[in-house]
């Protein structure tokens, strides 16, 4: 009885060491390679250049409608004002003639779609 219980304990020790050297699989493992870590799924590319796009396209227009604004502004003298943008950051630079015409030249910027951010280089002179 006892040889064969030392004779089964070896069996069982023999089997286990061959599974864990041939890598066989554990039940119900499956064989399908593991999902890519961070995905949300596949990526449609020319959807992603599309909003890419639009987004391009928002930002350039977005220095122009500032400009159309304070050129259509009362308050505003839109000649002496410059707007550049970078992204989605605009920058006004120029001379303006007093306070409330600087702050509604900003005021103009920060409400057009698209902006983030406006960067004020405004100079406030006497009357121009």
């Known amino acids: ?75 505003v003298k839109a000649r002496a004002i410059d707007v550049s943008t970078d992204g989605s950051t605009v920058t006004i630079s120029g001379t303006v003639g007093s306070p409330a015409e600087r702050d509604r030249a900003l005021a103009l910027a920060r409400e057009t779609d698209g902006v983030a951010r406006v960067i004020d280089h405004l100079t406030v002179v006497g009357s121009r």
């Open 1 to 75: 009885m006892r040889t064969l219980l030392i004779a089964a304990l070896l069996v069982v020790v023999v089997v286990v060491i061959w599974g864990y050297s041939t890598r066989v699989p554990k039940p119900g493992a499956s064989n399908q390679p593991a999902a890519e870590v961070g995905t949300s799924g596949t990526l449609n590319k020319e959807k992603a250049r599309a909003a890419g796009a639009e987004v391009g396209e928002k930002v350039a227009v977005a220095g122009e409608k500032i400009k159309a604004k304070m050129a259509l502004d009362d308050t």
